[in-house]
């Protein structure tokens, strides 16, 4: 049984709220933009397309794997040059697609929890992806924000949980790492000397091939601030 941590680190994307309805509206909103305001460009590269150059651009440039921002916006600048655009309006894009990417609708056991948890342990977001707190509405939870575009290296490193840790004031053992990804965030924890909780929604076995499992196996957030709080959980 892993014992009670002094902070918390919290993976926000499939931990928190389910991405990928984000990530579905926001490239809707960029392709609706285009369609208004460059129809020659929304032409050659509908969403599908887009999401083919961007993975392109991901293969290709290894060094940007940490920065999923970056990798977008050299993504639109391509696309407008393949239709003879020198100028992109990557800022404008950008926005477009920044607001509707951070319009997630929260697990609804996600704010309750985040409440209790925050009212007594020191909790920082750790993050590959370029999810904004602020904009989400709730940044109040946290101490800190660590996201992988900020360190220059993301998950499973072990850098960014230490440099995580670093900012908490704790070492690493004294850290309970959640997160809902077995390699990202349970793997590279682990091996970061972080404790692990793993939010597993859908009730998944430990994937085998990944060594130990995590110290915390949970169907949600909830179930976190239950252990959190229970009396009986060694100190």
């Not at 032409?43 to 999401?51: D, E, L, N």
């Not at 670093?166 to 390699?183: I, R």
Request: glycine share 6%; charged share 25%; hydrophobic share 45%.
């Amino acid at each position: 049984m892993v014992h009670g941590p002094l902070a918390l680190t919290l993976d926000l994307d499939d931990t928190l709220w389910p991405v990928l309805p984000a990530l579905e509206r926001a490239d809707q909103a960029v392709d609706a933009w285009l369609e208004q305001h460059y129809p020659e460009v929304a032409r050659a590269w509908p969403i599908t397309a887009m999401r083919q150059l961007r993975a392109r651009v991901a293969a290709e440039r290894l060094d940007l794997a940490h920065d999923f921002t970056t990798q977008r916006q050299l993504t639109l600048r391509r696309a407008f040059e393949a239709s003879g655009i020198a100028d992109a309006p990557v800022d404008a894009l950008w926005e477009i697609y920044f607001a509707a990417r951070n319009q997630v609708q929260l697990f609804p056991d996600s704010e309750p929890a985040l409440q209790r948890i925050a009212a007594r342990w020191p909790l920082a977001s750790l993050t590959n992806g370029n999810a904004d707190l602020r904009r989400i509405g709730i940044e109040r939870h946290f101490r800190h924000h660590v996201c992988a575009r900020d360190h220059g290296v993301g998950k499973p490193d072990r850098g960014i949980f230490l440099a995580a840790a670093d900012l908490l004031g704790v070492e690493p053992g004294q850290v309970l790492h959640v997160g809902d990804d077995p390699a990202l965030d349970m793997v590279g924890a682990r091996d970061a000397g972080l404790r692990t909780a793993w939010i597993n929604r859908q009730g998944e076995p430990w994937p085998p091939g990944m060594g130990p499992p995590p110290d915390l196996d949970l169907p949600d957030m909830a179930a976190l601030a239950d252990w959190l709080d229970a009396p009986s959980r060694p100190d």
